[in-house]
């Protein structure tokens, strides 16, 4: 019975010691995030006609000949190949308030049609603009740049997080005294972002607001973020 007890006892011993490196490793985790910037190089540009009459197909008529004279100045610009979109058109009753009566008044039908494409000329953005709000758009968005090098500056993006992440684990090991063993796990984090709304102007601001020679496009920031995880002794 003592032999037996003594082996056991070895046994718990020998178990203690292999356990010991396991419970020295020390876990690491740390964020990364690159950045990286470029000059865009297209432009999605939106523009409206919308417009009253009493009568729904003369609505219609009218705001497809303001639509007309739209296509017919962007011609005389370089587009991205399929990207013209005009077939969005809306069709509401109007009314409004008569205190007098105190009732609703019909004021007839409004008609709204909208056109986007992607011009390919960034420098000729301002021009369009103010050509469209001569050839009768009431309401103009805001240009939505982009570049055609978004795919690959996303990718560079990521590569800087990553190394940003892996320099941020080494300095974490190095200045706790530890030795980086290995990363065990890198996962990209998908932040939440607001993606601003197209921020609509009158046409008969545009002429004077965003003429050819002011408008200046600024650079696109793309920003990828990491997270990692290592273990060091």
Same mark, same amino acid.
């Given at each position: 019975?003592?032999?037996?007890?003594?082996?056991?006892?070895? =046994?718990?011993?020998?178990?203690?010691?292999?356990?010991? &490196?396991?419970?020295?490793? /020390? =876990?690491?985790?740390?964020?990364?995030?690159?950045?990286?910037?470029?000059?865009?190089?297209?432009?999605?540009?939106?523009?409206?006609?919308?417009?009253?009459?009493?009568?729904?197909?003369?609505?219609?008529?009218?705001?497809?000949?303001?639509?007309?004279?739209?296509? +017919?100045?962007?011609?005389?610009?370089?587009?991205?190949?399929?990207?013209?979109?005009? +077939?969005?058109?809306?069709?509401?009753?109007?009314?409004?308030?008569?205190?007098? /009566?105190?009732?609703?008044?019909?004021?007839? #039908?409004?008609? /709204?049609?909208?056109?986007?494409?992607?011009?390919?000329?960034?420098?000729?953005?301002?021009?369009?603009? *103010?050509?469209?709000?001569?050839?009768?758009? !009431?309401?103009?968005?805001?240009?939505?740049?982009?570049?055609?090098?978004?795919?690959?500056?996303?990718?560079?993006?990521?590569?800087?997080?990553?190394?940003?992440?892996?320099?941020?684990? !080494?300095?974490?090991?190095?200045?706790?005294?530890? +030795?980086?063993? *290995?990363?065990?796990?890198?996962?990209?984090?998908? $932040?939440?972002?607001?993606? $601003?709304? &197209?921020?609509?102007?009158?046409?008969?601001?545009?002429?004077?607001?965003? &003429?050819?020679? !002011?408008?200046?496009?600024?650079?696109?920031? #793309?920003?990828?973020?990491?997270?990692?995880?290592?273990?060091?002794?």
């Amino acid at each position: 019975m003592k032999k037996l007890r003594i082996f056991i006892s070895s =046994q718990l011993v020998l178990g203690l010691l292999i356990c010991v &490196p396991s419970l020295a490793t /020390t =876990q690491l985790d740390v964020t990364g995030k690159g950045m990286v910037s470029v000059a865009p190089d297209e432009a999605i540009i939106t523009a409206q006609v919308s417009l009253v009459d009493r009568d729904a197909g003369k609505a219609q008529a009218r705001a497809s000949k303001e639509v007309d004279a739209m296509l +017919s100045v962007i011609k005389s610009f370089s587009l991205k190949s399929d990207s013209l979109n005009a +077939s969005e058109l809306s069709l509401l009753p109007e009314y409004r308030w008569d205190r007098a /009566t105190d009732q609703q008044q019909f004021m007839g #039908f409004r008609v /709204t049609r909208t056109i986007s494409f992607t011009i390919a000329e960034i420098d000729r953005v301002g021009a369009a603009l *103010s050509a469209l709000a001569s050839a009768g758009a !009431t309401l103009i968005s805001s240009p939505v740049m982009g570049s055609s090098d978004a795919p690959d500056a996303r990718d560079e993006a990521l590569s800087k997080a990553v190394e940003d992440a892996s320099k941020k684990l !080494t300095l974490l090991a190095r200045a706790a005294g530890l +030795s980086l063993s *290995s990363i065990t796990q890198i996962s990209e984090i998908a $932040p939440y972002s607001l993606r $601003p709304q &197209p921020t609509l102007m009158r046409a008969e601001m545009t002429l004077d607001s965003a &003429p050819s020679n !002011t408008f200046v496009a600024g650079n696109l920031t #793309f920003v990828a973020e990491v997270r990692a995880q290592a273990e060091a002794e």
